[in-house]
């Protein structure tokens, strides 16, 4: 009887190395105020939120991507040459397939590293991180890159009010890697498919298709007009973003702490064990809540880059994460609770050890 090999497995992984893009086009509240009737006042109060950064044109995902990365290989001191996968969490790279990843491999010179993208919306990289996490412990991958990347000015329409002036763009890359003691907790990580369409596209890529071949689709409102039959005058053919704010709100006020109170539980740490929490960064409110009801003591750093970044889906923590750690370099080393939640509903949490 032929037994097969096992693969030589790694007790922990941890955080390496980190990097981040933050695009040039800060966009203010009064900018926002063009085009929606709000106020620089009623933004910062509902949200916390004072600018957001937009990309360039000409900027794509994959540049964003390349950047964040090269700074996370720098700061691990790790070869794209070494890389054991890359994992890309975004909802706005424009090609369905083939992935992101696959061809920031190639940009990076990690060929033939297995590449694929995730699609989990603002949870996506924490999703990447419970895989490479496993990846690397099971000995599939020594190390493995995970990014966070959202150009989410692709796929919002400026006029609603519902999602567009919260959302901004940039990416953040990290370098996970074995570790002689933990450096990753296990993950918490689930969905709520109840709540499938709280943040949700306008419509289907295929009422585009239906519509240019002059089909009628009474049953996308945003695209058709229900007594003409007729596509609207002022519809956005390209699907974009929406929100129920309040359904929203309430899941991750109070259903999405509990998975964070997983986090620490299976982490086997108290809330004074911590010394920092990176929460997705959707809204300050929502910021505030969870920490209050996970009764974090004062010493824990909270991340609040939603201030100066708005929401950036799959980016939001490693982007927070970077700017804590500018801002409190003597965090390194300790212990965070991060989680991300967004669309689906999706969540996933992990306490990590800062780099």
Known sequence: MVTLKQQQTNAHSRILGLGVYRPDVIVTNDDVCQWIESSDEWIQQRTGIKTRHRAAEEVSVLDMS?????????????EASQLGAVIVSTISFPYLTPSAAAALTDRLGATPAPAFDISAACAGYCYGIAQADALVRSGAADYVLVIGVEKLSDVIDNSERSISFLLGDGAGAVVIGPSDTPGIGPSVWGSDGSKWDAIRMTHPLTDIRAVEQGRERAQ??????????RVREDATLWPTLRQDGQTVFRWASWEVAKRAQEAMDVAGVQPEDLSAFIPHQANMRIIDQMAKTLKLPESVVIARDIADSGNTSAASVPLATHRLLAEHPELSGKLALQIGFGAGLVYGAQVVVLP
């Open 66 to 78: 390349e950047h964040a990365a090269r700074e996370a290989l720098a700061a691990a001191g790790i």
């Open 220 to 229: 996308s409102p945003d695209l058709m007009d229900p007594e003409t039959g």
